[in-house]
């Protein structure tokens, strides 16, 4: 290629040559990353040893969904972005040599190696400055499936907070954005829908998260059509707390939005409470299941308590964690309360690593509400709070 390259006329030579290089490019990079299978296995090592500050092999893994956030491309976030674990220290290297000694491999599982690498994994070679190296034998059989569970609500009440946690566990892989499949894109197909499921092994859940679907009235049947076994999984919050945080959210977004009080009731006089308004018509939440009952039993739902996953995240995880049929991985070594937003944060095992906290949009502050206003809306909610109660065999002392 180079020779013929340069057999050609002056003016088109540097043509030649860009063309050639970028043609060793592709092929250069076809076998390093093209070769890598995106997939969902537990065992991901990223590697960055170009740094000319780093003293000793900077070896580190990343955890896969981290890659999937990236598209898989972000290979430069710094080692103290918690992202990362660090590798071991020595100085028996040269800066930018890679041994297998020095490799620190998390295994997704609260364990982890040190001085060696879980079998079926390849260590990079020394040659690479940057990428990574999964598997084959690992993901030869990693497919895309429909949905084992489905987080269908609610908004507002801890469904993010929920999937981020149980992201933690080996046997289970989540999509990324909400699919809205049975809401808003069910005219793309069941194989749309399955093409937006993460690669998934055997013996791992596939698992989505969209909480318009609770309160959407022919999601319902649509989800039955799809799987009659799928289980279902509901965080629910106290519907007044869920309705302020539901109206601080849009207020962010639309300045200038009415007073909490002027949405919420219809007259002030008399109280009238304004319930055709999405913020207090989500917290009916009686209404809503009952259009799911209709297709699926209550075995098949699991109800999260919003509030105990803030205060208690090991506790309601464990019961998510036994309704799914998983072994109980994700315990309180997992989580570290953030004082100052009030949130629960995910940490490593060890406490290696800092702390990954949700967006700052979680634990934002509520719009101070008049009392009055407060009271009416706990009025309003009390029969259909006992009737949820009574429907799904749980009394979650939201106050009265």
Same mark, same amino acid.
């Given at each position: 290629?180079?020779? %013929?390259?340069?057999?050609?006329?002056?003016?088109?030579?540097l043509?030649?040559?860009?063309?050639?290089v970028?043609?060793m490019?592709?092929?250069?990079?076809?076998?390093v990353?093209?070769?890598?299978?995106l997939?969902?296995?537990?065992?991901?090592?990223?590697?960055?040893?170009?740094?000319s500050?780093?003293h000793?092999?900077?070896?580190?893994?990343?955890?896969n969904?981290?890659?999937?956030?990236a598209?898989?491309?972000?290979?430069?976030?710094?080692?103290?972005?918690?992202?990362?674990?660090g590798?071991?220290v020595?100085?028996?290297h040269?800066?930018?040599e890679?041994?297998?000694?020095?490799i620190?491999?998390?295994d997704?599982?609260g364990?982890?190696?040190?001085?060696?690498v879980p079998p079926?994994?390849?260590?990079l070679?020394s040659?690479?400055k940057?990428? %990574?190296?999964?598997?084959?034998?690992?993901?030869?059989?990693?497919t895309?499936k429909?949905?084992?569970?489905i987080?269908?609500?609610?908004?507002?009440?801890?469904?993010?907070?929920?999937?981020e946690?149980?992201?933690i566990?080996p046997?289970?892989?989540?999509?990324?954005?909400?699919?809205?499949?049975?809401?808003?894109?069910y005219?793309?197909?069941?194989?749309?829908?399955?093409?937006?499921?993460?690669?998934?092994?055997?013996g791992?859940?596939?698992?989505?998260?969209?909480?318009?679907?609770?309160?959407?009235?022919?999601v319902p049947?649509?989800v039955y059509?799809?799987?009659?076994?799928?289980?279902?999984?509901?965080?629910?919050?106290?519907?007044?707390?869920r309705?302020?945080?539901?109206?601080?959210?849009?207020a962010s977004k639309?300045?200038?939005m009415?007073?909490?009080?002027?949405m919420?009731?219809l007259?002030?006089?008399?109280?009238?409470?304004?319930?055709?308004?999405g913020a207090?018509?989500?917290?009916?939440y009686?209404?809503h299941?009952?259009r799911?009952?209709?297709?699926?039993?209550?075995?098949?739902?699991?109800?999260?308590?919003?509030?105990?996953l803030?205060?208690?995240?090991a506790?309601?995880m464990?019961?998510?964690?036994?309704?799914l049929?998983?072994?109980?991985?994700?315990?309180?070594?997992?989580? %570290?309360?953030?004082?100052?937003?009030?949130?629960?944060?995910?940490?490593?095992p060890?406490?290696s690593g800092?702390?990954?906290c949700?967006?700052k949009?979680?634990?934002r502050?509520?719009?101070s509400?008049?009392?009055?206003v407060?009271q009416?809306?706990?009025?309003?909610y009390k029969p259909?709070?006992?009737?949820?109660y009574q429907?799904?065999?749980?009394?979650?002392r939201w106050?009265?």
């Open positions: 290629m180079l020779k %013929y390259c340069l057999r050609c006329r002056p003016r088109v030579i043509a030649g040559i860009m063309l050639c970028l043609l490019l592709s092929v250069y990079n076809l076998a990353i093209g070769s890598v299978p997939t969902g296995n537990d065992y991901v090592i990223a590697v960055r040893n170009s740094l500050t780093v000793a092999p900077e070896n580190v893994i990343r955890h969904r981290m890659l999937q956030d598209n898989y491309k972000d290979f430069s976030v710094s080692p103290d972005s918690g992202h990362f674990a590798g071991q020595d100085n028996k040269q800066p930018g890679l041994r297998d000694s020095n620190y491999v998390d997704d599982d364990g982890g190696a040190v001085g060696g079926g994994v390849t260590p070679s040659s690479f940057e990428g %990574y190296r999964t598997s084959s034998t690992l993901v030869s059989n990693a895309r429909l949905p084992d569970a987080i269908i609500g609610v908004k507002k009440g801890g469904t993010r907070a929920l999937l946690f149980l992201r566990h046997r289970v892989r989540a999509t990324g954005p909400e699919p809205h499949f049975f809401d808003r894109n005219h793309e197909g069941l194989a749309w829908y399955r093409e937006q499921m993460p690669l998934t092994t055997p791992q859940l596939t698992v989505e998260k969209t909480p318009s679907y609770f309160v959407t009235r022919d049947k649509k059509n799809m799987s009659r076994n799928v289980k279902l999984i509901v965080v629910v919050r106290d519907p007044v707390v309705a302020i945080s539901d109206y601080t959210q849009a639309r300045p200038g009415k007073p909490f009080e002027q919420a009731l007259d002030n006089r008399t109280g009238l409470v304004n319930s055709s308004w207090v018509r989500i917290g009916v009686p209404k299941l009952d799911w009952l209709k297709h699926f039993p209550l075995r098949q739902f699991h109800f999260v308590s919003g509030e105990r803030i205060v208690d995240p506790g309601e464990a019961k998510v964690q036994d309704f049929g998983l072994e109980r991985v994700i315990t309180d070594k997992h989580f %570290y309360l953030n004082q100052t937003r009030g949130f629960p944060c995910l940490k490593k060890g406490g800092k702390p990954h949700l967006g949009t979680k634990g502050q509520h719009p509400v008049d009392p009055h407060l009416r809306l706990r009025d309003f259909f709070n006992l009737k949820f429907m799904v065999g749980q009394n979650f106050p009265t």
